[in-house]
């Protein structure tokens, strides 16, 4: 890099390993497997960790029962996934309703309300929760310990509850210089939703082509990338069949996909030039639905996938730099959490996840996954010293502390399209730097 005063830059390399194996799909999959075995194998791996928890916040006289041996009055504990009856959840008759020209209820922004009902499901049964726990804040899918006692009603009384809880944390290497991983999410290439211009200078910062020579000096020691996705822009489905164009008459015309996916190999040609670049895939982008998203083909980046600086990974992402563990998402984890209760914040949905053991409780329930039987991959093994999350609606990030020592930066990484800013950690000491560049143009 070289700047206006001809002082010149190298650009800092860090060591790397993807740890995201169990993300990845190696054997040919099956999709016919119902879901409730993954509520099984969730509840089985997690019926442990939860009551290690239960009985050191609540000793070991009040004693562990299952649904079928509880008597009514008796205080004891439970142990099971809490399921929430939402009125406002769709249903698959509304997607039936559409083909059939018959009125819908309207697509809601959140399914929770003020009148749902909360219970918690074991293997063969299930019980109505009342008493004291907030359905505002709790989600279908975590495994929760409750204690109370059964009332006259058949319903559960919660006199409190608990969680796992964070697992261990590896500890945290000592790291001596500045060493920034840089993170973007929702380029939105390929619509008209797309920030051409600070994107551009976006990448020019970064490449070392714009700024001060502090300003470059400092981009020199971003290590990395990680582009968080929603690379292209959605395409915008029309559901009036009168204004449907014939099919030949659009033969000739160019998806906003194929133009958005062009623009993207435009953007990485120049960045990975320069430093790595992870790619992880989004709900825009061409790729599987279902979590966890497989890597992007790299046929779709003919120019920029020649270049070794390329690395196509999954959603969720998980990876060490220098030996600080880094586990993310593109954000459709957060995005249901917030539909499925009145948590508005994403930093406190990202640490409930943590609290919870679970990255994407809500699936399969109301988030699309694979129907995994005898693993889930989504509990969390080990807290990650940097959690992050995609396509947020603001810039933010946030220190928390475990019970145990756990240390983790919660980092929530905007729309870039909507939210034109670029967030960099330091290994060094996990200080955030945002830099917008809205008004830099």
């Not at 194998?41 to 029962?65: F, H, N, Y």
């Not at 995609?390 to 502390?401: I, S």
């Amino acid at each position: 890099m070289v700047s206006e005063t001809a002082q010149t830059f190298s650009r800092v390399r860090s060591d790397f390993q993807n740890t995201s194996d169990r993300f990845v799909f190696t054997a040919v999959r099956n999709s016919f497997p119902q879901y409730a075995q993954l509520y099984f194998t969730r509840l089985e791996i997690m019926r442990g960790r939860v009551r290690e928890q239960a009985l050191q916040k609540w000793g070991r006289d009040i004693p562990i029962r299952t649904l079928s041996e509880l008597t009514k009055d008796e205080p004891c504990i439970i142990i099971g996934t809490a399921y929430k009856e939402m009125e406002l959840k769709p249903s698959v008759l509304k997607d039936l309703s559409e083909n059939l020209d018959i009125a819908t209820q309207p697509i809601l922004p959140r399914y929770a309300g003020d009148h749902d009902t909360l219970l918690l499901e074991e293997e063969t049964q299930r019980i109505v929760l009342v008493g004291n726990i907030d359905m505002r804040e709790i989600v279908t899918g975590v495994t929760v310990a409750i204690m109370g006692t059964e009332n006259e009603d058949g319903e559960f009384v919660v006199k409190d509850h608990c969680f796992a809880g964070m697992p261990p944390q590896p500890e945290y290497p000592t790291i001596n210089t500045d060493c920034y991983i840089a993170f973007l999410s929702g380029l939105n290439l390929g619509g008209d939703v797309s920030s051409l211009a600070t994107l551009d200078l976006c990448i020019e910062s970064l490449t070392g082509q714009f700024g001060t020579a502090v300003q470059q000096k400092k981009m020199s020691k971003v290590t990395a990338l990680v582009l968080a996705g929603n690379h292209i822009a959605p395409v915008k489905r029309d559901t009036d069949v009168s204004d449907q164009k014939t099919r030949y008459l659009t033969r000739h015309s160019s998806a906003g996909s194929i133009d958005g996916m062009q623009a993207l190999d435009g953007v990485l040609m120049q960045l990975v030039a320069c430093m790595n670049v992870f790619l992880m895939p989004g709900a825009n982008d061409p790729g599987n639905y279902m979590l966890p998203q497989q890597s992007l083909h790299p046929c779709m980046l003919p120019l920029s996938n020649k270049s070794t600086g390329l690395r196509l990974v999954t959603n969720p992402f998980e990876a060490e730099f220098n030996g600080v563990k880094f586990l993310g998402t593109s954000g459709q984890n957060i995005g249901d959490i917030y539909k499925n209760c009145h948590i508005d914040e994403p930093l406190t949905a990202m640490e409930k996840t943590l609290t919870w053991t679970h990255i994407a409780p809500t699936a399969p329930d109301t988030l699309a996954c694979y129907p995994f039987t005898d693993v889930d991959p989504f509990i969390l093994e080990a807290t990650p010293h940097v959690y992050f999350a995609g396509n947020q609606g603001a810039a933010g990030y946030r220190l928390v502390k475990g019970p145990t020592g756990q240390t983790v930066l919660l980092l929530s990484v905007p729309d870039f399209s909507k939210v034109p800013t670029l967030m960099l950690v330091n290994l060094k000491n996990l200080e955030v730097e945002r830099i917008t560049f809205k008004d830099a143009i």
